[in-house]
Nanobody
Framework: QVHLVESGGGPAKPGGSLRLSCTAS????????MGWHRQRPGRQRTVVASIANDGGAYYARHAKGRFTISRDNAKNTIYLQMDNLTPEDTAVYYC????????????????WGQGTQVSVSS
């Protein structure tokens, strides 16, 4: 079993930045892909960005140029640097992980974190 724990959410001002972290723990960690998703109020959960263990990454259109996903394989941790935040980025952000390559607009993953709230307002 894999356990994912997110941190780093919270309030932010428009134009501000936040950095989310997600650390995986458990047995037989061999997570090929890890990612970030978000669920905005009243909306379905959608992909934000994902990254493979070789560094290959995917970004949703709204994240390109503003968000950066990175990965530290030694720490089983991924990060999401979010810059130039807008109120439309307000959502619960979820970490995900899978033992296969899952890059792109895919929402079915093996493992999920509990989520961390990001609220952007002035």
């Amino acid at each position: 079993q894999v356990h994912l724990v997110e941190s780093g959410g919270g309030p932010a001002k428009p134009g501000g930045s936040l950095r989310l972290s997600c650390t995986a723990s458990g047995n037989n960690l061999n997570l090929v892909t890890m990612g970030w998703h978000r669920q905005r109020p009243g909306r379905q959960r959608t992909v934000v960005a994902s990254i493979a263990n070789d560094g290959g990454a995917y970004y949703a259109r709204h994240a390109k140029g503003r968000f950066t996903i990175s990965r530290d394989n030694a720490k089983n941790t991924i990060y999401l640097q979010m810059d130039n935040l807008t109120p439309e980025d307000t959502a619960v952000y979820y970490c995900s992980a899978d033992r296969i390559l899952v890059l792109g607009e895919v929402t079915t993953w093996d493992y999920w974190g509990q989520g961390t709230q990001v609220s952007v307002s002035s």
